[in-house]
């Protein structure tokens, strides 16, 4: 059996925002994404995370490094409409009370992850009828693939109770909902575009803490369950940990720790994650003030892969 | 022992077009010396305008029902310059976000000592004096070169501390701390509350807690209460309210956190306490989405 | 036991009454906004029929000169040439308020495109707009209007004209600010993402997030429109004899201070259309302001 192919691969990525200094968010980052995981990363406040976010996007340009989509090239996003073969990349954003456009029906809203998939899938079928005439297989091919699955929601209705809704509520503004049910519908509208990768920048931070859980929970069946890759970004390692497969740590826009959840959160090796963890602290009744860390000194030390 | 603060039977509604709107529905508390009082619940729940209203900060158009005593004045009855005189004197009040709670455009030091002046009586540099004790003690180093700097130069945390030294500059009998560490990273945060812990300790402060994170509750809190729909649902030692919580909606809150007594541990729990997927709306007890 | 959820709306019947009073923006059920309201509904149906219920031909002058208000059948006397002033001030409505309301319409479409593309695109296009409009702005605005009015001659088409090239710039203004506002709004870059190119991102999330508050802006400037056209005929730029228009009507009103009637009725019906628009404008700005109405 063949390697598996990474749906995203990022290669030494760098990101500089211009200023007096500029600021070097991310500075060399690497990582792959596999069909169908679910990988978090996590870091605290001006770690590089979001910035890493919107590099997968396309929102922000790297200034160095490479960040492949199927074999195709992550370019910044202009003025003109994206590449119908980067579509495959869809996000939810942090902000419940901005991630919805509140002057349109939710319907309407979900539905243009639906007119996108359709739109790859028509792609797709014309790229099949081009294959006629060439023998060789054009990469194009897997790039649009729209994983058209027989048990998908086919209308903005089906989407809303596919995420726990009501069909009827396809036709109400978003300020009627509240901030998990507005995620959910943000969950469902990228989505229904059937990407193979979903990005969730910090999708739960905003929530109650006893809804940060499911939601999180519900956007990793869904994902899983269509095959899509999801990074979820985060800065909450206890809710992560329970949804991820693998994590990633970045501090201080570098990758400091990776590898599988289980081993990072039981036996994290590099000093800022043991320190991360120190701090984070447990509903348990115990009355134990969280560890400070002691200096930042060690952080610099060299990442540790599991 | 006695409470410094006690809420008793706290009702609060907003007059809208459509009638009262009920935010309070008898709320009671007390707060003793030397203890951290928590105040947790979701958003909306009541626990801010709880907070707020301790310090005669409610909002427009409410009326309020009950007594909130201290040092045997009930602080509902007073007004105008009698109720200046307890807010930031007698108590004190640290919010959420430092970076707008301090007034970008005033140095620290005028920002430690003014209020100082005011309330005390005391002279400039006598106010200088307590400025840089109060800085002192929560952990800000510099001394008066400190207090010439503008709260920008500051970091989250830091400015936080600052934020609690100026609360706490005229030495309140209490401390009304609402989400103090929410906007702070968990490693910052680990600090800040490492500190409000030592001055409740040392300087035998009462605070009043107000958090959504019972995380942070489990680590400061002496008692916590837990308030749902402007009621306070469950009011315990920590200890009773984590591990044996009395009240259903307590224990349907602690189940969904991971981390807590017979709360999420892993995805196989997720998977067993949403079969679903996480589709359903709302339990039982009413948390919602 | 169960209490109702506090934070909901409790859904409340009413009587059909009652909601269409609900409906009008609350700024306007005070009993200044309703008179303002009345006032300026008044007006709009003098513009339509004004001529038609005219006591008297508005460019006759077959009335004794100079009568003060009440003789000779005109109530509200008559000018230097023997014309019912009454009847010239319910003519004037169509032409000043007509004109105030074709300026501000074109002044939004102007500035709002030029606001919109300079928000949405960026760089050196929002550099290019922004720039022009600065350039204008610097003008004093009745001095720029005057000397545009001159230079195309005076007529009442070229006063709307010269109004339009002073009064664009600030709906550019503020458009391009609400306009970057949105885009960094996460549904914006949310659409980017699925595919929407720059037209259907400006039509479908941007634009109708705007019109809202330009329309309130619009509303609150018809009053200002309606006295820089006034001022402009006042001044000779505008109207010519012999068009009803109240600006002018004022200024021969300048010119016979003795026979106060000639300018206080004509500023009068100025004074009413821009301060009921204002109070309108003001209504909807409060409606239309998504913070106005949460507790």
Known sequence: ?306 | MTAVLRIEDLSLGIRTEDGLRPILDGVSLEVQRGQVQGLAGESGSGKTITGLTVIGLEPNRSEISGHIWLDGQDLLKLTGSALNAVRGAKVGMVFQDPSTSLHPQLTVGSQLTDHVRYHLKVSKDEARDRAVQALDRVGVQGGRATLARYPHEFSGGQRQRIAIAIALACDPAVLIADEPTTALDVTVQAGVLTLIRSLVDSLGLAVLFITHDLGVMSAVADRVAIMRHGQIVENGLREQVFTAPTHAYTRELLASLPGAKGGLESRADLARMFPDGGLELASPEGLEL | MTRPQLTADVPVRRSLTRRIWRAVPKGLRQPLGAVALLIALAWLVVCAVGPQIAPFDPLAQDLPRLAPPGEAGAVLGTDELGRDLFSRILAGARVTIGLALLLVCLSMLVGSTLGLVAGFFGRWVDEAIMRFTDLVLAFPTVILAMVTAAALGASLFNAVLAALVVSWPQYARVVRSIVLGLRGNEFVASGRLLGFSAGQSIRVDILPNVTGPTLVMASLDIGTAALLLSGLSFLGLGAKPPTPEWGSMVSQGVTHLNQWWLGVFPGLAILTVVISFNFIGDALRDALDPGAEKA
Request: overall charge negative; hydrophobic content about 40%.
């Open chain 1, 1 to 306: 059996m063949t390697e598996p192919m990474p749906v995203i691969s990022v290669r030494d990525v760098h990101v500089d925002y211009p200023g007096h200094p500029p600021v070097h968010a991310v500075r060399g980052v690497s990582f792959d994404l596999f069909e169908g995981e679910v990988v978090g990363l996590v870091g605290e406040s001006g770690c590089g995370k979001s910035t890493m976010a919107r590099v997968l996007t396309g929102l922000v340009p790297r200034t160095e490094g490479e960040v492949e989509f199927l074999g195709e090239s992550v370019e910044a996003l202009g003025i003109g409409r994206r590449p119908v073969e980067l579509t495959g990349i869809q996000m939810v954003f942090q902000d419940p009370g901005s991630s919805l456009n509140p002057r349109r029906r939710v319907g309407s809203q979900i539905m243009d992850g639906l007119k996108l998939a359709a739109y790859r899938e028509r792609r797709r079928l014309a790229e099949l009828e081009d294959l006629l005439d060439d023998p060789d297989l054009p990469p194009l091919l897997t790039r649009t693939a729209s994983r058209s699955l027989p048990d998908q929601p086919k209308t903005p209705a089906e989407w809303l109770e596919r995420v726990g809704l009501d069909a009827a509520d396809a036709n109400r503004y978003p300020r009627s909902f509240s901030g998990g049910q507005r995620q959910r519908i943000a969950t469902a509208r990228a989505l229904a575009a059937q990407p193979q990768v979903l990005i969730g920048d910090e999708p739960i931070s905003a929530l109650d803490a006893s809804t940060q859980a499911r939601v999180a929970y519900l956007m990793s069946t869904l994902a899983v369950s269509q095959g899509t890759a999801l990074l979820f970004i985060s800065h909450d390692l206890s809710v992560v940990r329970l949804i991820a497969d693998r994590l990633l740590v970045m501090w201080s826009g570098r990758i400091v720790e990776s590898g599988p959840t289980e081993e990072v959160w039981s036996n994290p090796g590099h000093p800022y994650t043991k320190s991360l963890l120190a701090a984070i602290p447990a509903p348990d009744g115990a009355g134990r003030l969280p560890a400070m860390p002691e200096s930042q000194a060690d952080f610099d030390a060299p990442p540790v892969i599991h």
